[in-house]
């Protein structure tokens, strides 16, 4: 008897309160890191994807995809 795992963790790219580019996980209020552009913070999120099985990246430039 198994069961079906479907925790994929979504790493997000947004723009933040102080201009800044934050990188949070979903289901977490504080975000994880904070960049001056949207590239480096895109750049650390799929980083840290990586690491972890079943991860995905969307940024703000995603969100009318």
């Known amino acids: 008897m198994g069961f079906d795992q479907k925790d994929e963790t979504v790493f997000n790219v947004s723009l933040?309160?102080?201009n800044k580019?934050?990188?949070s996980?979903?289901?977490f209020d504080k975000p994880l890191a904070s960049f001056d552009t949207e590239t480096e913070a895109r750049n650390y999120a799929e980083e840290i994807a990586r690491t972890k099985?079943?991860?995905t990246v969307k940024s703000g430039s995603?969100?009318?995809?």
């Open 16 to 18: 933040g309160k102080s």
């Open 21 to 23: 580019w934050d990188v």
């Open 25 to 27: 996980e979903t289901g």
């Open 53 to 55: 099985p079943d991860s």
């Open 62 to 65: 995603d969100a009318d995809k």
